[in-house]
Structures are given as C-alpha cells and as structure tokens.
T-cell receptor
C-alpha cells in the first residue's frame, strides 16, 4: 500500500484558495488518488478522485503531476464551513488506507 | 434517502460486557467495513466484507468480530470489551466494483463507545 504524507494542520482565511499537498512516493501504476473531508463528529465524505493531470468538480480541484508522486487538493475561496480534516488516500478499489489527515482551520 | 445507519450512536459500558454495534446500508452495496478513529491516529480499518459471508481482517482486528449474513447489515461485535477499545467507530459501505476507479465509501454517523 502506498503511504501518504500530508501536513498535520493548515490555517487559512475566508475567501482564500487553499492548497493541501499529499506526498505518495511509492504510488503503484494502478492506484487512484482520493480525497475525503471529515467534519467533527461526522463520518468522512468523498470530495474528489483522480488518476492523473487535473480533475475538477463543484467542490474542489485535484492536481496530479506527471510522476504522480504527489497530489494537491485545491479548495477555491474557502469559507468557515470548510473547516474540517482532509484525508488523502492512495490505492485501488477498497484497498486504501486513511492517514491522520490535514486539519484545516478557516478563520474569519 | 441513501444512507448508512449505525446504532447506538453513543454507548458507555463496562469491561467484559459483550456488545454489538449495528450497521445497515440501503444502497445495495457489496463492500462494507468498520473503522475506529482515535486522536492523532486517523481512521484505522478493523474488518471489511467484500460480500455476504465474506469477511476479512483490516489493520486492527484484535478484540473484534463481525458477521455478514445479509448484504445490508454488518454488525461489529465486541465479545469482551476493554478500555483500550474506547473510540469512535465508523461503518462504511461502497459498491465494491472490482477494478473500479470511483468506488466511493459512504460513512455512517459514527458510534462513540466508552469502555469503563
């Protein structure tokens, strides 16, 4: 299983763009990169998934360089409600593991 | 509404008293799993099930049992709970597509267990 490394915490202000980078040096050829969001006292919620280049949905963008050894979750114009823990997972199907995640705090 | 439900949401018990946390999903998902979440350790998988009657150990299975007699239900059993099993537990389910790239896991609301 590819191990992931993320910053433990990040602070931002409302309206800013937030980029959270995840390192996964030993990602396998068939692995996908998936990000989840978790609010306090709730279960994680799927945000976005990608394999290479760039993926965008209504919530976030995911940037994956050609070597796929890292990925960056981009949250545009964050609000206070984006305060949560963000997890980067690497793997295929259900063969993925959650790390400790990145605790994002958005300040007014 | 598509969802994963867990019961109870909160439970305080004593060491050695058997308990079961139920998990049910209404999305006809093949794959179900249990996680525990502890401060600083993220979510760790306890057990998972690829289909009915098929279960396997995750990363921290010691002290837990599961069963998958029906597709929609995946109860977590603690035969003899101990204080180190005090944690926040999540059940999750997903389609379980082999080779699928978009196998999103749907999580339940969590069960906060305290073992005294």
């Amino acid at each position: 299983l590819a191990k992931t490394t993320q910053p433990i915490s990040m602070d931002s202000y409302e309206g800013q763009e937030v980029n959270i980078t995840c390192s996964h040096n030993n990602i396998a050829t068939n692995d996908y990169i998936t990000w989840y969001q978790q609010f306090p006292s709730q279960g994680p919620r799927f945000i976005i998934q990608g394999y290479k280049t760039k993926v965008t949905n209504e919530v976030a963008s995911l940037f994956i360089p050609a070597d796929r050894k890292s990925s960056t979750l981009s949250l545009p114009r964050v609000s206070l409600s984006d305060t949560a823990v963000y997890y980067c997972l690497v793997g295929l199907d259900n063969d993925m593991r959650f790390g400790a995640g990145t605790r994002l705090t958005v300040k007014p | 509404e598509a969802q994963v439900t867990q019961n109870p949401r909160y439970l305080i018990t004593v060491t050695g008293k058997k308990l079961t946390v139920t998990c049910s999903q209404n999305m006809n998902h093949e794959y179900m799993s249990w996680y525990r979440q502890d401060p600083g350790l993220g979510l760790r998988q306890i057990y998972y099930s690829m289909n009915v009657e098929v279960t396997d150990k995750g990363d921290v299975p010691e002290g837990y049992k599961v069963s998958r007699k029906e597709k929609r239900n995946f109860p977590l059993i603690l035969e003899s709970p101990s204080p180190n099993q005090t944690s926040l537990y999540f059940c999750a389910s997903s389609l379980g597509l082999a080779g699928g790239s978009t196998d999103t896991q749907y999580f339940g609301p969590g069960t906060r267990l305290t073992v005294l």
